[in-house]
């Protein structure tokens, strides 16, 4: 993985499609069951708080059929829409052991559709897809992450699309008369689906808790060029991921416009559940060992540090809000 500080925002449609692309192969790693995460980190001893049970037996795969899931999108800069237009994106979508099949995408903003995917392929064009399957908010449900992109020469109104659910990021452009571009914030994963796993390799994944964590705060103190004033707002959020030998939650911190920990496909951790519930969250490896700064979190004191050491070494503190 590689993590940078940066200002989050999409550039022109190269650099959309360059971060899909890149995303497709961080996904083929996290995905991975039965390999290490993305990063060099070690594993780290489990705790009586973190240990996990005895693996369940693996659930049945689910055989057959299709299902139509919805992504939550905003408009950041788009021609005509206003930033904040709400949008919606629609992926319907079959299986196979190992992957979605059969994958048609629908993306629309104030009620005007902006890409239709359409079944015929033609010289020039290139369309992929990948759905990855992650733990939903109760046992037997699923939700979802998406890369999809279709680019290439073409006439007439058909548009290109660069959508990477990971990283939170997505673009629908034309290039013919007359083009426009849409940036958009895209929300990471898709609405639930309830029943067996559709992919084996979730098939006997283990997940350590479910309610995801969203709580506010303020930088209290910085150190080192964080990008960051002190008093800036700041958002937290941890959410489940499938138990791996080096993470078991993805983390995100953003104060402001400036992503201080979770940039683009980054952002694994270890967390401490108690109760089923996160009460501490760590990534003890700066970023040159994996690509992510350092963190610390502890919920109930109400504390969040993110740090990296090196030569342009920093850090940011931040007090959290009480939970509501």
Known sequence: MTARRTRRVVGGAGLALGVAIAALGVVDLVRSRG?????????????????????????????????????????????????G????????????????????????????????????????????????????????AFRYALIHEEHGARTGPRTQIALASYERRGMVWRETMPPFRVELDLDELSDERAGEPWFSATAAAQVRFRAPVARRGRVVATSGPTHVESDAPCELRIRP????????????????????????????????????????????????????????????????????????????????????
Not at 48 to 63: K, N, W
Not at 64 to 75: D, H, I, N, P, S
């Open 241 to 324: 991921m499938w138990v791996a030998p080096s993470y078991d939650c993805r983390l995100h911190v953003a104060c402001g416009a400036v992503t201080l920990y979770g940039l683009k496909a980054s952002g694994f951790g270890t967390c401490g559940v108690s109760a089923g519930r996160v009460a501490t969250a760590r990534d003890d490896e700066p970023s040159a060992a994996d690509g992510d700064p350092q963190i610390a979190v502890d919920l109930a004191a109400g504390t969040l540090r993110v740090s990296d050491l090196g030569r342009a070494a920093w850090s940011a503190t931040i007090a959290l809000d009480a939970e509501r």
């Open 35 to 83: 390999a290490s995460a993305p990063s060099s980190r070690p594993t780290p001893a489990p705790s009586a708080s973190t240990r996990a049970t005895t693996p369940p037996a693996a659930r049945p795969v689910a055989a057959g059929g299709t299902t139509t899931r919805v992504w939550g999108a905003r408009v950041l800069a788009g021609g005509s829409l206003p930033t």
């Open 85 to 140: 237009t709400a949008c919606e994106v629609s992926a319907t979508f079959g299986h196979e052991a190992e992957r979605a099949v059969d994958v048609t995408l629908e993306a629309a903003c104030g009620g005007e559709v902006l890409y239709r995917s359409t079944p015929e392929r033609a010289p020039g064009r290139e369309q992929r897809s990948r759905v990855t399957e992650e733990p939903g908010s109760r046992d037997g």
